[in-house]
């Protein structure tokens, strides 16, 4: 037992004292060392004909290529390439790599041996043209290309969609590409880039007929709305939102949203305002696009005079509120947000003609934001506290979401600052 304790530090060398012989030793040993193949010396490193790969079955063999050399064995290969040295593949992912056409497939060579994932569960051999992943549960497939690089960047089998499912397929429109994973999808088309899109807005958009959908492809991961509980996926003509109270819903139109702080609001964060505004208009089918926002210093102004706040109808200090519209294009909304309006309500949505906004004060509703853009996209008060219009103050909504009815919906849809994605 005393044996097994010494490391191979404390062995000590031969003892040569001939310089002759030390001479002659060196060489020999510098001789043998150059003629061993990388491929012998990749199989003595896994243990040779005691090891896992077992007896070799073929000789070290020549690719079709003419450079990379090869061996089989009993339990797997060993590949070199002077460009990637020696590296075994064995298994299920020898088999994928095989059935891909090996080193001529677009994998090329393998760059690893077959290593454990971080996981401990999976295993995967990077290859100089992408890598095939392998778990228990799902086999081995082949995943390359953009769609590679946006699975590494959402955190490769640790991500949410775990490993994949299949190999890069062609979409079925012979456009684009994709892999499906334990936990969604990734897409790319030449035009959008690599997208993931998954969980109950990949259900709705494969409900829809996937990138054969009016909607096309993703063009956007899953991104949080307004930091709220809403969930959107964006495509080519449109996105999915979804929400805890609407589920999944097809935004085809949007509206763009311009901030214009004279006064910070105080009872519910732009975000939250922006986030209800947006899981309300989701009924309708339009998006709440939160443009630009810009901070106002116009003292005089933080207390704004509406008058009677009567549509078409303004005062002096609404037509000088709403001059300053930087960054706003035609057809843009603009939201003024102030201390109080005179007399006090929570907003007022009586705007300058062709300069469509609103004004809402820093104690408004959550519900208050929408409601004045309902306005100015040219819906009315209703005497109903479950409806976004009602005309009882938005703090008496009983039922949040407050719901737009299907002639709201219409009315949202056919104005003119709501536009087709
Ligand atoms: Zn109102």
Known sequence: MAKARKTPEEKPGPVITN??????????????????????????????????LGTNTTGILTCPDGIGKYQHYVNGSIYWHHATGAHEVHGLIRARWSSMGWERSLLGY????????????????HF?????????????WEVHGSIRNRWASLGWEKSFLGYPLTNETKTPDGAGRYN?????????????????????????????????????????????????AGRISHFQK???????????R?????????????????SFTLNEQFAAMQDVYATAGIRVDW?????????????????????????????????????????????YYVRSTVPGYNGCAAHPSGRPGCVVVRTASRWTLG???????????????????????????????????????????????????
Not at 238 to 247: A, D, F, N
């Open 19 to 52: 310089p002759a012989i030390s001479a002659a030793v060196s060489s020999a040993t510098a001789n043998t060392i150059l003629q061993i193949h990388p491929i012998t010396a990749k199989y003595w490193s896994l243990g040779g004909a005691s090891g896992w």
């Open 110 to 125: 393998p760059i690893t041996d077959e290593t454990k994932t971080p996981d401990g569960t999976g295993r995967y051999n």
């Open 128 to 140: 100089q043209g992408g890598s095939i992943y392998w778990h228990p549960s799902t086999g081995a």
């Open 180 to 228: 499906h994973f334990q936990g969604g999808s990734i897409y790319w088309h030449p035009t959008t880039g690599a997208w993931e899109v998954h969980g109950a807005i990949r259900d709705h958009w494969a409900s829809l007929g996937w990138e054969r959908s009016v909607l096309g492809y993703p063009v956007s991961n899953e991104e949080v709305v307004f930091g709220g």
């Open 238 to 248: 449109g996105s999915i939102y979804w929400s805890p109270t609407q589920g999944a």
């Open 250 to 266: 097809v935004l085809r139109q949007f509206v763009r949203v311009h901030v214009k702080q004279l006064v910070a609001p105080i």
């Open 291 to 335: 443009s630009t926002t810009e901070n106002l210093s116009l003292s005089t102004l933080e207390d704004v005079d509406v008058g009677g706040c009567t549509m078409g109808s303004v005062t002096a200090e609404q037509i000088t509120l709403f001059g300053n519209r930087n960054f706003v294009g035609t057809n843009d909304l603009v939201v």
């Open 371 to 421: 409601h004045e853009f309902g306005h100015v996209l040219g819906i009315h008060h209703v005497n109903n506290n479950n409806r976004l219009m009602t005309g009882n103050g938005t703090f008496n909504i009983t039922n949040p979401p407050p719901d737009l009815v299907n002639t709201e919906v219409t009315a949202l849809l056919n104005s003119g600052l709501s536009r087709l994605i």
